[in-house]
């Protein structure tokens, strides 16, 4: 039975573009994969959708005959969505292949923090595993804090098991690169801020003691190997991802 792969992350953290490696790469691999675009928000796409969500709303033309502004059209069209849910879900459910990549709006609130993300997960039939992608370019121990956060937020509201993939690994300084996780985990802000970034940080590595961040470039193709197999692991007995 095909694996329902859901790719979440912040706006402009590289969703559409794993989406679009990472089925080249299964392509190329032998793996058998569909596509489903559930951004109702996107203009144009690197990939060929196999299910298209802007068969059914489109930010654009709702902004149009409703006379909304974008944050609006993207409330309105997540609304559109929830109300057909079972069709979304039958639909999606009908596309064939090991994997069914699911890539999400780019505001990740919409599909997260209503009901749209939980209401499609439990339509869905199958294993179900979510990609919560974190773009460390130039970001400061806080911030990762945050992302890596976000990441249990996603299990916590998806019910499903996720894995944290660093997206634009390319771009980060290979040398400073290689101790990322231990300088980021340890912030160094001072104060009652410092303190609360501390803490996270440590209650995050008590948590999450057997999860390991992946690196990926969707430019460059690295890390999408290693990718595959975690996800494997994912529901392996012994779950064991460190």
Same mark, same amino acid.
């Given at each position: 039975? *095909?694996?329902?792969?859901i790719?979440?992350g912040? *706006? ?5 573009? /794993?989406?679009?490696?990472l ?11 569909? /596509?489903?675009? %559930?951004?109702?928000? &996107? !203009? ?5 959708? @196999? ?5 059914? #709303? ?16 993207? #409330?309105? &069209?997540?609304?559109?969505? =929830? ?7 039958? +639909? ?5 292949? @090991? ?18 993300g +939980? *209401? %499609? ?7 179900? &595993? ?7 370019? !130039? ?10 956060? %976000? ?20 771009l ?22 410092? =303190? /609360? ?26 890390g ?5 197999? *975690? ?8 779950g064991? /991802?460190?």
């Open positions: 039975m *095909a694996m329902n792969l790719v979440i912040p *706006a402009g953290s590289g969703k559409t573009s /794993l989406v679009s490696s089925s080249k790469w299964m392509t190329g691999s032998g793996i058998s994969r569909c /596509l489903i675009n %559930l951004d109702p928000g &996107a !203009d144009r796409l690197p990939y060929a959708p @196999d299910y298209d969500i802007r068969s059914i #709303v489109r930010v654009s033309e709702l902004m149009k005959s409703e006379c909304l502004s974008p944050n609006g059209a993207l #409330v309105k &069209a997540a609304e559109v969505i =929830e109300g057909r849910i079972r069709e979304v879900a039958d +639909s999606i459910q009908s596309m064939r292949g @090991d994997f069914r990549i699911i890539d999400t709006p780019g505001q990740m609130e919409l599909f997260l923090f209503r009901q749209l +939980s *209401a %499609l997960v439990s339509s869905l039939r199958g294993r179900t &595993a979510a990609i919560m992608l974190l773009d460390l370019c !130039d970001i400061s121990g806080a911030d990762y804090v945050t992302l890596r956060l %976000l990441g249990l937020i996603a299990e916590l509201k998806l019910g499903v098991p996720s894995l944290d993939v660093i997206s634009k690994a390319d980060l300084d290979r040398k400073a690169s290689l101790g990322w996780q231990e300088n980021i985990s340890a912030p160094k802000s001072e104060g009652l801020h410092g =303190e /609360l970034a501390h803490n996270l940080s440590s209650l995050l590595n008590e948590l999450e003691r057997r999860k390991r961040v992946i690196p990926v470039s969707s430019l460059s193709g690295e999408l190997e290693c990718l595959y197999k *975690a996800l494997g692991e994912l529901f392996c007995s012994c064991d /991802l460190s």
